[in-house]
């Protein structure tokens, strides 16, 4: 099944994500995982952990902050590399042209990445495509989308703030879609701004070297269509029109 192709599609980031383990998960090493058209270090990405404890005294409340990997930006700053100690990622922000290139860079990157570092296991693999969507003030929701907070008529009708979240499992063991709906900020005179965050994703839980490369972009192949169809199915021929 091919999907339409919009020539203003609402996407504002694109990331594919592999969620890995690796034998050794050092900055140092991953510090040599560079690629020419990634000059600028953009970034080090970082896992925060908060801990409150409780005991005879105050409660305490501490936090503290582990450097992952480093993520390096493109000259024209529209592309990200992230290598990471738990895997890598490749962000593409708007404007995203269509998934094709945006999977042949990535699996070119994947490649770069897999090289240095060596991955014992891949975990996890996903994408994750936000979309900004901008309806005039004061239409119904249900013209654009059929995902929506319907607020019960003996309340008062001007929603100033919404936001929901589901999950549903693919067919054929293909893995999870997220689908999350909710106002952004005003970016456009007379004009809500509307995020839809659609994300799929897969456990592997297997070796590096027992998934091949072929299976595993075909496993993207699987998730890419599943994030298209939930895409068309949350949007009405309205939303159709502003984007082509």
Same mark, same amino acid.
């Given at each position: 099944?091919?999907?339409?192709?919009?020539?203003?599609?609402?996407?504002?980031?694109?990331?594919?994500?592999?969620?890995?383990?690796?034998?050794?998960?050092?900055?140092?090493?991953?510090?040599?995982?560079?690629?020419?058209?990634?000059?600028?270090?953009?970034?080090?990405?970082?896992?925060?952990?908060?801990?409150?404890?409780?005991?005879?005294?105050?409660?305490?409340?501490?936090?503290?902050?582990?450097?992952?990997?480093?993520?390096?930006?493109?000259?024209?700053?529209?592309?990200?590399?992230?290598?990471?100690?738990?895997?890598?990622?490749?962000?593409?922000?708007?404007?995203?042209?269509?998934?094709?290139?945006?999977?042949? !860079?990535?699996? +070119?990157?994947?490649?770069?990445?897999?090289? =240095? @570092?060596?991955?014992? /296991?891949?975990?996890?693999?996903?994408?994750?495509?936000?979309?900004?969507?901008?309806?005039?003030?004061?239409?119904?929701?249900?013209?654009?989308?059929?995902?929506?907070?319907?607020?019960?008529?003996?309340?008062?009708?001007?929603?100033?703030?919404?936001?929901?979240?589901?999950?549903?499992?693919?067919?054929?063991?293909?893995?999870?879609?997220?689908?999350?709906?909710?106002?952004?900020?005003?970016?456009?005179?007379?004009?809500?701004?509307?995020?839809?965050?659609?994300?799929?994703?897969?456990?592997?839980?297997?070796?590096?070297?027992?998934?091949?490369?072929?299976?595993?972009?075909?496993?993207? !192949?699987?998730? +890419?269509?599943?994030?298209?169809?939930?895409? =068309? @199915?949350?949007?009405? /021929?309205?939303?159709?029109?502003?984007?082509?």
């Amino acid at each position: 099944m091919a999907f339409e192709i919009y020539k203003n599609a609402p996407i504002t980031e694109a990331v594919l994500d592999i969620r890995t383990r690796l034998n050794e998960p050092s900055l140092e090493r991953l510090s040599n995982i560079r690629d020419k058209d990634y000059p600028n270090l953009f970034r080090t990405p970082n896992l925060m952990e908060f801990k409150f404890s409780v005991g005879e005294g105050e409660p305490t409340f501490d936090t503290s902050s582990e450097q992952l990997g480093f993520s390096y930006r493109s000259a024209d700053e529209k592309n990200i590399f992230q290598v990471r100690k738990d895997g890598f990622s490749h962000n593409r922000l708007a404007p995203y042209t269509e998934w094709n290139s945006f999977s042949a !860079e990535a699996r +070119r990157l994947w490649l770069v990445y897999k090289a =240095e @570092a060596d991955p014992i /296991d891949i975990e996890m693999i996903g994408l994750n495509y936000i979309n900004e969507i901008y309806i005039p003030f004061g239409v119904s929701f249900e013209d654009y989308f059929k995902t929506y907070v319907e607020v019960p008529p003996e309340l008062p009708q001007v929603l100033i703030g919404f936001s929901f979240t589901y999950l549903v499992l693919l067919p054929d063991n293909a893995g999870v879609l997220q689908i999350a709906q909710g106002y952004g900020p005003l970016k456009k005179p007379e004009h809500t701004t509307v995020i839809l965050n659609i994300q799929t994703s897969k456990q592997l839980n297997r070796k590096g070297a027992d998934v091949g490369e072929d299976e595993l972009w075909e496993m993207f !192949e699987n998730l +890419r269509f599943a994030k298209s169809q939930a895409f =068309e @199915a949350c949007i009405t /021929d309205k939303v159709r029109a502003m984007i082509r």
